[in-house]
């Protein structure tokens, strides 16, 4: 195989490999690309290699994406295999007999490739509406975000920053890898997210702090990594909160990835609000939905002292991840 030809194949592998593990919708997979290469090949080790990168992926393995979504991957892959060759290829059909016996589960995973080749894993709810809740899933929001943020990951250093409404946990965790915050508090306001949270903040290797407003251990009794930021899950309800419930948890940053944002009942959205004994927090928000005119990408960073927001109201319909693709997915491997 040529060198350029080795390249396109893995680059094809490797836009399987993100979009599976994540659980991208199955529009969004490059299968005219790969009906081109089955084409113009006789063998089949494109599509075992496919099969070692997603259904057979380590990750996956460990932590499988719902059986009804690798059930759909496999018998698209299997069309695929059969418009362009005559002969069945029994690894393929052997994975799909395994996934068609086994039990659908109420909670899934999904797992996110970082540009450090570290991971986040996520376990949500296999509904967009679970519990009275939509914050068991992860909504596009949370991918523009984790996007912007690890493109500015200065913004972040050295930081405590306060996430509202942070849902499965994408942004936070992301960030907690590869950002170097000083401190990580992850809020919402239902009992079975912040339940989630808890469990997919320890799935991914990090400590958890029993308390944000706890006074700081003595250095010589702290036995966290001191590379590690200080995790923290917290009840906060941004419609009800007041400024000095938002001073106790101290943040530098406050970022949030939401619907709808109301500039006269959140206490985080005026502009230069200050905070007691501290300089005003900056605020950093995104709204749910695609991002474009007004999205992410437009965005600066946050300077000292300032809040800039980003306030436009999300498209009807369903926005998770697995409904609507972002538009630049190959950006930061999400």
């Excluded at 523009?144 to 972040?156: C, D, V």
């Excluded at 502009?271 to 005119?293: Q, Y």
Aim: glycine letters at 6%; one cysteine or more; proline letters at 9%.
């Amino acid at each position: 195989m040529a060198p350029e030809e080795s390249e396109e194949a893995a680059r094809l592998l490797r836009s399987f490999e993100r979009r599976f593990l994540a659980a991208r919708a199955l529009r969004s997979f490059p299968w005219q690309n790969l009906e081109e290469k089955l084409r113009d090949s006789s063998g089949s080790e494109l599509l075992l290699d496919i099969l070692q990168k997603t259904v057979k992926h380590p990750l996956c393995v460990k932590h499988p994406p719902s059986v009804k979504y690798t059930r759909g991957f496999l018998s698209e892959l299997i069309r695929k295999h059969e418009a362009v060759h005559a002969e069945p290829l029994d690894e393929l059909y052997e994975a799909l007999a395994e996934v068609l016996t086994a039990e659908e589960r109420t909670r899934c995973h999904r797992s996110y490739l970082l540009p450090s080749g570290d991971s986040v894993t996520l376990s949500e709810s296999t509904a967009i509406i679970s519990h009275g809740t939509t914050g068991l899933v992860t909504w596009n929001a949370a991918l523009y975000l984790t996007e912007w943020a690890l493109e500015h990951p200065a913004a972040f250093t050295h930081r405590t920053v306060l996430e509202l409404g942070s849902g499965a946990g994408l942004t936070g965790l992301a960030i907690c890898k590869m950002c170097r915050p000083r401190a990580y508090i992850f809020s919402d306001c239902h009992s079975r997210v912040l339940e989630q949270l808890r469990g997919n903040v320890l799935l991914n290797g990090l400590s958890l702090e029993p308390d944000v407003t706890a006074p700081v251990q003595h250095p010589g009794h702290d036995t966290r990594d001191p590379e590690s930021p200080r995790v923290t899950v917290a009840w906060l309800d941004w419609d009800v909160v007041t400024v000095p419930q938002l001073a106790a948890f101290q943040p530098d940053i406050v970022i949030a990835a939401v619907t709808g944002l109301s500039r006269r009942r959140c206490a985080v959205q005026p502009r230069n609000s200050p905070l007691p004994g501290r300089r005003p927090a900056e605020a950093l928000c995104v709204p749910r939905g695609p991002a474009g005119a007004g999205g992410l990408r437009r965005l600066h960073c946050p300077q000292p002292g300032d809040v800039p927001a980003v306030h436009r109201r999300a498209r009807p319909g369903r926005d998770p991840v697995g409904d609507r693709a972002p538009s630049r997915p190959e950006a930061v491997s999400l």
